[in-house]
């Protein structure tokens, strides 16, 4: 072979008198008195070269001009480590290669960060606009090659179970699913535009339309929507679709999928994964997506709160609010200090304050004592189970600003608490989200216009549209949302109806799905599916601490590739080529 016979992490004892080569990059070069000593690394694993002046004078006054992330291939006998230089932290640690020929590949020229020392911290731009060079640090590769597996145990499954991959357009409809489009001009109709996928939602459904009953894909979509450390402007999912089935149908294929998913690690997954409703996730924990790897569950304590003479309480009860908290099991060694720096920290989240209370052998300290009767507090002591030395966290607000306040105080404090195992992974389903949700005065889909209303619940949509469930559910790992899916509808007139409600007019309709609509008027089957977001499951698995971390070449939060320095300005003659002309 040209290049080499065998990779960085296969020479053993057993090659030793062998003649070999190996190529790869200069990882560590060492000088150590005429005797040269190379690291050379590829993807797989280190070799160690070794070049004696006092044996190859030329060969060593070539190999003493190598520097680091040149790349080289090397031609030479493998030899035993001399007694005591072995190193048990490679698998090639009991052997090294006597160079007897060396080609210089390619140079590098000086490296904007360190490659062979990767506990040295790097700036995560710098990071990104040589992402090349971070790959080769291990980790991101690592991730890609992981990523690699879990797509491949995948679509094996999927396969088996009688799933077809079929590839959707990604040159589509400008439709309104929730984010902006990123659009893509049309040079042959001037005027008109291109976007890019959100979803593949309304071409897979259209594939149960044709009758292709399971359809699978890993797809990529696009969301012009502000970043988080698990956002991206493109982003892969496991998109799946299926005709004639109802969630408890879905629900075992899926949890499977994620065993087989998993498995790839090595890491084991109990069935059936738990269920929870929407309603009692948010009563719980605040949220629909709940990390249950540790307590700390919510509970409502406004009827204790009446027997305050607290007008905080007194003011949220008179407007329709809730007072509510948890319990944290020997919290009552939190300093003033600390419940100071909490209580800042829940009014980032639009809370007033934070009340807390001890319950301590010698009776309770609380910044609310005053305010009601020694027999109110061990009544509410009693309703969390709360024992000596535990503390009571409480917030009184609106609803939405208790919950919201009181999830992110839970999970600050389970975190700083080390009430988990940063290695267990608990999955929950969460079902029976609204329909609908009211946003600046307006009715919106709390998932997309195409969920299904639970049968049960149809008959409130002329009178109570927001009091509607949906059947829709999400897979939450840990407290993030993994996949999301719902019933879809499957007949035209309750979809026209649900698209009325939305405040679409029919023109609007039919100017943006008449092509839907009529699909669906020529007989349609029950049809649901589910899409799993790859990236962030990645991101958990690798405990990666965001999306960029498992992505080939991501982009930052202002959704720059700072690699190709893209968005780019692009040229005149493009522009009047797609009759584009820029106005600022």
């Known amino acids: 072979m040209k290049y080499r016979t065998h990779r960085c992490n296969e020479l053993s004892l057993s090659n030793v008198g062998e003649r070999v080569r190996v190529s790869g990059w200069v990882h560590r070069y060492r000088n150590h008195g005429g005797v040269v000593f190379i690291d050379l690394r590829d993807r797989f694993g280190i070799t160690q070269i070794v070049c004696r002046e006092d044996e190859k004078p030329e060969l060593h006054q070539l190999v003493d001009s190598v520097r680091s992330e040149w790349v080289l291939s090397v031609e030479g006998t493998v030899c035993r480590r001399l007694e005591g230089m072995e190193n048990a932290n490679l698998a090639t640690g009991d052997i090294e290669v006597e160079i007897e020929k060396v080609d210089i590949l390619s140079k590098a020229k000086n490296l904007p960060f360190s490659i062979s020392d990767d506990h040295i911290h790097v700036n995560e731009e710098l990071r990104l606009e040589y992402r090349y060079l971070d790959m080769r640090r291990g980790q991101i590769l690592d991730r890609l090659i992981y990523r690699h597996k879990v797509m491949l145990a995948c679509r094996q499954y999927m396969d088996k179970q009688g799933f077809t991959e079929v590839v959707t357009p990604v040159l589509g409809k400008s439709t309104p699913e929730g984010a902006r489009d990123y659009l893509v001009p049309s040079r042959i109709y001037p005027g008109s535009f291109y976007a890019l996928p959100q979803s593949p939602q309304l071409f897979k459904q259209i594939l149960m339309v044709g ?70 996730a948010k009563d719980l924990y605040g949220t629909d997506k709940p990390d249950l790897r540790f307590g700390l569950q919510l509970r409502d304590c406004r009827e204790h709160a009446k027997q305050f003479s607290f007008s905080i309480f ?145 008959s409130l949509l002329d009178t109570d549209p927001l009091s509607v469930r949906s059947s829709s559910y999400d897979l939450v790992l840990n ?3 993994i996949a ?101």
């Open 211 to 280: 009758g292709l009953d399971r359809y699978f894909q890993i797809a990529t979509c696009f969301r012009d929507e502000d970043l988080r450390a698990d956002r991206q402007p493109e982003f892969a999912q496991i998109d799946i679709e299926m005709s004639f089935a109802t969630p408890d149908d879905l629900f075992p294929i899926i949890e499977q999928l994620v065993v087989e998913m998993f498995s790839v690690q090595g890491i084991k997954i109990d069935l059936p994964l738990p269920r929870m409703t929407y309603q009692e």
């Open 479 to 481: 407290g993030y949302e």
């Open 314 to 458: 007194l003011d949220q009860l008179a407007q329709g609010g809730t007072i509510k908290g948890f319990c944290v099991p020997g919290g009552a060694d939190m300093s003033r200090k600390q419940l100071d720096v909490y209580t800042e920290f829940v009014k980032r989240y639009g809370a007033m304050g934070l009340v807390w209370i001890k319950k301590q052998e010698n009776g309770l300290a609380s910044n609310v004592a005053k305010f009601a009767s020694e027999e109110v507090f061990d009544a509410m002591f009693a309703d969390f189970s709360a024992k000596d030395n535990d503390i009571l966290l409480l917030i009184a607000a609106p609803e939405s600003i208790a919950n919201q306040s009181l999830d992110h105080l839970r999970r600050l404090i389970g975190k700083e608490r080390n009430l988990y195992n940063e290695s267990q992974y608990n999955f929950v389903w969460i079902t029976d989200f609204p329909l609908f949700a009211k946003e600046e005065g307006k009715i919106c889909s709390e998932h997309h216009p195409f969920t299904s209303p639970l049968d049960e619940d149809i």
């Open 484 to 584: 999301s899916g719902s019933q879809r509808i499957h007949n035209a007139d309750l979809q026209n109806k649900i698209f009325s409600i939305l405040e679409l007019s029919p023109e609007s309709i039919k100017e943006k799905f008449g092509f839907f609509i009529d699909a669906l008027s020529f007989g349609t089957p029950p049809h649901l599916g589910i899409a799993l977001g790859l990236d962030r499951i990645m991101m958990v698995l690798t405990g990666a601490e965001g999306i960029r971390e498992v992505i080939a070449f991501p982009k930052t939060q202002k959704a720059a590739d700072l690699m190709m320095n893209a968005p780019a300005e692009i040229m005149t003659s493009q522009l009047k080529e797609l009759n584009i002309k820029v106005t600022s």
